[in-house]
């Protein structure tokens, strides 16, 4: 825990006995839940007596003493809810995650919560994870539910964000496909090619989502590192014709249509993608990079 | 200074007055479970409860925390207050009915049975022992947490607290002793008195039937002679 972190967060609110909620509220938004030792500090420095702060920690629901896992789903109790057979969906997420409502997976993945009423009442039974609202949950969609969330992370789902998309990949050069259909990732074929740094070679397995940014490796690599891509079946590396926007590394270049191309930062865990509309001509580097 | 008239008495009192002080002053008596003299009133066992304004506007306040004002008509004993105050009396003695506190107020009123269901709670939420830390021994050691259900008092986290002098304000005002003897979980003991004693009924079990033992705590021992 970065005492300087919460030291930063009271100050911005002047010290002041007034905006406590607000200040918990940045804590729990900053580590998932409320640190014995924030609480305390923010004792000291308001001088609001830590009996006080910790009535109103344990008084909101929106609190929590415990840590959260990464992914929080609740399961609405409300009465509409509840006469659609809203414990039965509790008692299958129970079962499904081994856990009580309350509780956090051991790997710290998702918390179970039960809610009174979400407000979305003609949708019931309904379930939200990560603030997505899942209408209409029966027994049986639990598991995707589940899976969906492990997946999904925050980001919304990918099919309802447009800014997310699939793409067909082929290497320039030698112009075959580098699609793994044999191979999913997110719910599409992965995009599969080589990766090589320090004369080491591992595969690398990339989601075909433009900007998803799902990535799987062969053998950990050390991240910030640049590395090299190559083509699987011409083995030759692949094209660079821009700088990274991110970190300004130069950037791997692989075909789409055949004639725009994707460019993926080869700065080992860099996010730094562009997807290139213009027509490239392999000979002449064009820098005109479109960012997304 | 606000005139007002209490069971039909025309009074005169200071503005800032509650209804309580004011009958207390002038003699109607009013019984009183959650207020302290030198505590800040709270008005949370409603015991206090008197009837004011007239016809359809009558209505029951806790008198503990109503100031009065002028033309008020107060109303200390009148069929709807008894009825109240006695089923007051009855939830109460259903949470707590081994308190000597609440067995007195209900034996003063005639209440001789309960009609809820029975339970053996050892706190009825008072906050007696909380204004007392705070405003007496400006310690602020104790507190309430949660809500509803699960409204409870205690020390944050449940530990031993830093600003705690073992003074055993909160012990000596309790109706209830909500804050009995938790030895055998030595950190989250608050009077820690009987620690000093080093008893020998550290393991023994007899201390769930026990209230209260502030002063030396030999109340085993002497149970077992």
Redesign the interface.
């Known amino acids: 825990m970065d005492t300087k972190n919460i030291l930063d967060i009271i100050k911005k609110h002047n010290k002041n006995k007034v905006s406590l909620i607000s200040i918990l509220e940045e804590i729990q938004g900053a580590y998932t839940y409320l640190p014995e030792k924030a609480l305390r500090l923010l004792a000291k420095e308001t001088g609001c007596s830590l009996t006080d702060i910790y009535g109103v920690a344990t008084f909101y629901k929106t609190f929590s003493l415990k840590p959260k896992g990464k992914h929080c789903v609740s399961v609405c109790l409300g009465t509409a809810c509840h006469v659609r057979g809203a414990q039965n969906i509790v008692e299958e997420f129970k079962r499904e995650l081994s856990i009580s409502p309350g509780e956090t997976t051991p790997d710290n993945e998702i918390t179970l919560e039960t809610v009174n009423c979400l407000g979305a009442c003609a949708l019931g039974p309904t379930v939200v994870s990560d603030g997505q609202y899942f209408p209409h949950v029966s027994k049986s969609s639990v598991k995707e539910i589940i899976t969906r969330t492990k997946g999904g992370g925050r980001s919304i789902a990918a099919e309802a964000d447009i800014r997310i998309f699939p793409l067909q990949v082929s290497c320039p050069l030698c112009g075959k496909s580098l699609m793994d259909h044999d191979y999913i990732i997110n719910g599409h074929p992965s995009v599969k090619f080589n990766v090589s740094m320090n004369g080491k070679k591992v595969w690398l397995r990339m989601s075909c989502l433009y900007g998803k940014h799902t990535v799987e490796l062969e053998n950990q690599l050390p991240p910030n590192e640049l590395s090299r891509f190559h083509c699987p079946h011409c083995h030759n590396e692949f094209p660079s014709f821009s700088t990274c926007p991110e970190c300004g590394a130069s950037m791997a270049a692989l075909f789409v249509r055949e004639k725009c191309s994707w460019e993926v930062c080869m700065r080992q865990g860099c996010q730094g993608h562009i997807l290139n509309l213009d027509q490239i001509n392999l000979h002449k580097k064009s820098d005109k990079g479109k960012n997304k | 200074m606000i005139n007002l008239t209490i069971n039909g008495l025309p009074v005169s009192v200071e503005k800032g007055t509650t209804i309580l002080d004011a009958a207390k002053f002038y003699g109607f008596p009013i019984p009183t479970l959650c207020h302290k003299e030198g505590l800040s009133p709270y008005g949370a066992c409603r015991l206090c409860v008197v009837e004011i304004g007239e016809g359809s506007a009558a209505k029951l306040v806790s008198s503990c925390t109503y100031p009065v004002e002028d033309g008020l008509k107060v109303r200390t004993a009148s069929e709807r207050v008894l009825k109240a105050r006695r089923i007051i009396i009855e939830l109460l003695l259903a949470s707590c009915p081994q308190s000597k506190t609440i067995q007195d107020i209900a034996s003063r009123h005639n209440v001789r049975q309960q009609r809820f269901r029975q339970e053996y709670e050892d706190c009825i939420l008072c906050g007696l022992c909380v204004r007392m830390c ?1 405003e007496q021994m400006m310690a ?8 509803g259900q699960n409204r409870s008092i205690g ?3 449940d530990i031993k ?1 830093e ?1 705690c002098r073992l003074c055993g304000g909160c012990i000596e005002v309790c109706p209830a002793c909500q804050t009995r003897c938790t030895y055998t979980e030595p950190g989250k003991a608050i009077c820690g008195g009987c620690a000093n004693l080093a008893p020998p009924c550290i393991e023994k079990e007899q201390f769930h039937d026990m209230m209260c033992y502030m002063s030396p705590c030999v109340a085993c021992e002497i149970k077992k002679a």
């Open positions: 705070k602020g050691a104790i507190g309430f947490r949660g809500r020390t944050p986290f607290s600003v």
